[in-house]
C-alpha cells in the first residue's frame, strides 16, 4: 500500500496543483418568435376536449429587452396575406441563456384572456447546455363549430292514403348534425433542439409557431480614462525649467564665492 502510495504521490500533486475551470462566460441570443392560427377545425378525426388546463405562468417573467422583430417580419406579413391564417403574436427579446434549471420561462401572450374570448397566452424557454432548447407551453383559444347530434324523432307510423300514387322520388333525410360555435382552446407541449440562425418550425393542427434563435455578443465596456499624475511630468520639461536663468531680483541658493 505504501508502495502504491509513493507511485501515485507526484499525479495526486499534479492534479492538486491544476488550475480549477473558471465559470463559462454567459452567451446571449435574440430570440424571434410568430405565432400563428388556421382558421376552421382542425382537420382529421381528433376530439379535442372543450376544456383544457392552462400553463402554469406564475413564475413566468415578461421579457427584460425587447428588441425590433425583424427577421420573420416577411413570413409573418406573407401569413398575413395567406387566406385562413391569422397571426396572434410576432416579437422578440434579448435573453442571456444556461441549463434548463437556471433559465426562467417567458411569458407571450396578447392581453386577452383566452379563457373568455380567443387569443394566446403561455410562456416560452430557451435553455443552452450543449445544445439550444427551446421548450413551449402554449394556449391557443379560438371560435369554431362543432357538430351535436340531433335528437331522435319520436317513434309513430304514417299514414299513407289509399290510392295516393307512390313518390318517384324519396325526399332528402333531414342531416343527423346541427352545429354550434364554441370557444376551442387548444393546448402545445412542445420541447425542441435548435441551432442558430436557423429558422425552426413547430407544428400544432389548430397553429403553429415559427422560432429563430440568433447568437448576440455584448458590447465590451470601455475602459475609463486614467488621468496623468502630477508626478509623472515630461522629465524634459523639468530639466529645462531647471537650466532656465533666474529671473532678475531673485536669490539664487548655493556656496557664497569668497570676497577678495
Known amino acids: 500500500m505504501g508502495a502504491m502510495l509513493r507511485r501515485c504521490l507526484p499525479l495526486l500533486i499534479v492534479l492538486l496543483a ?7 462566460a454567459t452567451r446571449w441570443f435574440d430570440l424571434e418568435i410568430v405565432v400563428f392560427a388556421r382558421d376552421g377545425a382542425p382537420a382529421g378525426n381528433e376530439v379535442w376536449p372543450e376544456t383544457v388546463a392552462l400553463p402554469d ?3 413566468a417573467r415578461p421579457p427584460n429587452q425587447r428588441i425590433t422583430a ?7 406579413d406573407r401569413l398575413r396575406r395567406q387566406p385562413g391564417y391569422r397571426v396572434l403574436l410576432h416579437t422578440a427579446w434579448r435573453q442571456p441563456t ?3 434549471e437556471r433559465v426562467p420561462w417567458i411569458r407571450v401572450s396578447d392581453g386577452g384572456d383566452v379563457t373568455a374570448s380567443p387569443g394566446l397566452d403561455g410562456m416560452v424557454r430557451l435553455s443552452l447546455r450543449r445544445y439550444l432548447h427551446i421548450d413551449l407551453d402554449l394556449v391557443v383559444s379560438r371560435e369554431i363549430e362543432v357538430p ?3 335528437p331522435d324523432p319520436a317513434p309513430g307510423a304514417v299514414a299513407i292514403p289509399l290510392g295516393a300514387p ?3 322520388a324519396r325526399p332528402a333525410s333531414p342531416a343527423a348534425y346541427d352545429y354550434r360555435r364554441v370557444l376551442q382552446p387548444f393546448r402545445m407541449i ?3 433542439r435548435m441551432r442558430s440562425d436557423e429558422l425552426h418550425y413547430i407544428d400544432h393542427p389548430a397553429f403553429g409557431v415559427l422560432v429563430i434563435a440568433t447568437a448576440y455578443e455584448p458590447p465590451v465596456p470601455a475602459e ?3 488621468e496623468k499624475e502630477a508626478s509623472s511630468a515630461d522629465p524634459a520639461a523639468e530639466q529645462d525649467a531647471e537650466s532656465a536663468p533666474a529671473p532678475a531680483g531673485t536669490t539664487t541658493t548655493g556656496t557664497t564665492p569668497n570676497p577678495r
Do not use: I, K, N
Open 18 to 24: 491544476w488550475p480549477a475551470p473558471g465559470p463559462a
Open 190 to 192: 412542445d420541447s425542441r
Open 148 to 150: 351535436v347530434a340531433r
Open 224 to 226: 475609463p480614462a486614467v
Open 166 to 168: 307512390e313518390p318517384t
Open 57 to 59: 405562468t406564475g413564475e
Open 70 to 76: 425583424g427577421r420573420l417580419a416577411g413570413a409573418a
Open 98 to 100: 444556461g441549463s434548463r
